[in-house]
């Protein structure tokens, strides 16, 4: 019953930027993590941002100092700020949402970033 639609990737040059959007819809109650994975070609999924029960919010190492993950709770909508993007960040960028247990994925963005 919940839906997360996910915007905002595209092609960029390498220190370019792009921000990227998840609206959630559909009953969610409490929620215990929103956030971002990515999955390039032939790699595994991996977690790139995220924000845990709480407020915490945690960072996969190569995003740190370059990305911003934010919510906006009226919105039910969970952001990306990618800056100064690297080719290494091309992947399918995914919504995740945990709530009440479940597990729940976007559908999917693609981030390419040229050299």
């Known amino acids: 019953q919940v839906q997360l639609v996910e915007s905002g990737g595209g092609l960029v040059q390498a220190g370019g930027s792009l921000r990227l959007s998840c609206a959630a819809s559909?009953?969610?109650?409490?929620?215990?993590?929103m956030g971002w994975h990515r999955q390039a070609p032939g790699k595994q999924r991996e977690l790139v941002a995220g924000?845990?029960?709480?407020?915490?919010?945690n960072y996969a190492e190569s995003a740190k100092g370059r990305f911003t993950i934010s919510r906006d709770n009226a919105k039910n909508t969970v952001y990306l700020q990618m800056n100064n993007l690297k080719p290494e960040d091309t992947a399918v960028y995914y919504c995740?949402?945990?709530?009440?247990?479940?597990?729940?994925w976007g559908q999917g963005t693609q981030v390419t970033v040229s050299s």
């Open positions: 559909g009953s969610i109650f409490s929620i215990m993590f």
């Open positions: 924000i845990l029960a709480g407020g915490r919010i």
């Open positions: 995740r949402v945990v709530a009440s247990s479940t597990g729940y």
